[in-house]
């Protein structure tokens, strides 16, 4: 058996005190990073319901007590990326988060992707939870579900928070259907769910590194949490099948835009996106418009700047 002189203790204290102070050393070196935004779970007093609406079941979270609004999401993220706004609203607001119908946890109708469509399939996810009025929080496409939502149900949304994307056939679409940033509106065919099966992170990457204005602020947990979800057997056709719909959603833009909608809005473009455009776009399909930038983020506010977002979502909300 080894045995320990006083000298040996004494240097064992002494490495043990040394590895102490280089874990202290890495932990306050950690604490002065930036921190990275990483997928947020949803406060626990959230449930999870599937909720049967227009021939598709969507997947749905619930939670909290109060005023009801509805979160939006679009490509590239599901109802995931809201979990920080919910986690500020729920405590005062029943807050409504689906996935879009063939995206995320949803099911995968074979059609109806037009956006006249989803917006009735929100409008009766509404009446299952027999929510009559509720806010309107959205981003990326789901700006253009909320729009086929606010347009046919003007009555039933109070409040509108629009962020970032544009609206098929609204403003200026011909020129923004040119930018080279956006070929994968048109990014169809017979071989695209061929060519990008198995590749799903790497297709998604290309959007968040040239959308961003700093790729790094979506971490790889965030990455590889929404390419798991995409590359769900079917899930990325049916997210294609959202572009293709664009032409449908501009022809029926054009009928909606006839009569502008009255509630309050806030146009939210990211600074190193959409900006000021945002609320441009807006003014052609609402009478009360205000604007509002994001700063320091590109197109994913929620992942890049979601204390900002959130702030400025919740004073919209809450009349500030």
């Not at 040996?8 to 204290?13: E, M, P, Y």
């Not at 909320?146 to 149900?153: E, K, M, N, T, V």
């Not at 098929?168 to 080279?180: A, N, Y």
């Not at 000021?276 to 700063?295: F, L, S, Y």
């Amino acid at each position: 058996m080894r045995s320990f002189t006083p000298s040996s203790r004494t240097s064992g204290a002494r490495s043990f005190a040394a590895i102490l102070a280089s874990i202290l050393a890495i932990l306050i070196i950690c604490s002065s990073l930036p921190a990275l935004a990483a997928v947020e779970p949803f406060p626990a007093a959230f449930k999870i319901e599937r909720i049967a609406v227009n021939g598709v079941t969507l997947h749905v979270r619930v939670g909290g007590q109060g005023p009801a609004v509805v979160l939006l999401h679009g490509f590239a993220d599901t109802g995931d990326m809201w979990a920080p706004l919910a986690k500020a609203l729920y405590k005062d607001h029943t807050v409504i988060v689906p996935d879009l119908r063939g995206m995320g946890l949803s099911s995968q109708a074979p059609g109806g992707y037009d956006k006249k469509n989803q917006g009735v399939d929100i409008a009766m996810l509404m009446d299952k939870l027999s929510v009559q009025k509720a806010d309107l929080v959205t981003h990326d496409i789901g700006n253009m579900v909320g729009y086929a939502l606010a347009a046919q149900y003007p009555d039933r949304i109070t409040k509108w928070v629009v962020i970032d994307a544009p609206l098929p056939g609204i403003g200026p679409w011909d020129e923004i259907l040119k930018s080279p940033m956006l070929w994968h509106f048109n990014f169809r065919g017979p071989d695209v769910d061929r060519l990008v099966k198995g590749r799903e992170r790497i297709y998604l990457d290309r959007f968040y590194n040239e959308l961003s204005a700093d790729p790094k602020a979506i971490d790889e947990a965030t990455r590889n949490h929404y390419a798991k979800l995409y590359a769900r057997p079917g899930n990325m056709h049916y997210a294609f099948e959202q572009f293709a719909a664009f032409g449908k959603d501009a022809t029926d833009n054009k009928v909606f835009a006839a009569t502008k909608l009255n509630m309050p809005i806030l146009a939210l473009g990211a600074e190193k996106s959409f900006g000021n455009q945002q609320a441009a776009i807006m003014r052609d399909v609402g009478t009360k418009v205000d604007g509002g930038i994001i700063t320091g983020s590109g197109h994913w506010i929620m992942e890049e700047q979601p204390a900002q977002t959130v702030s400025k979502v919740r004073a919209f909300l809450d009349g500030k």
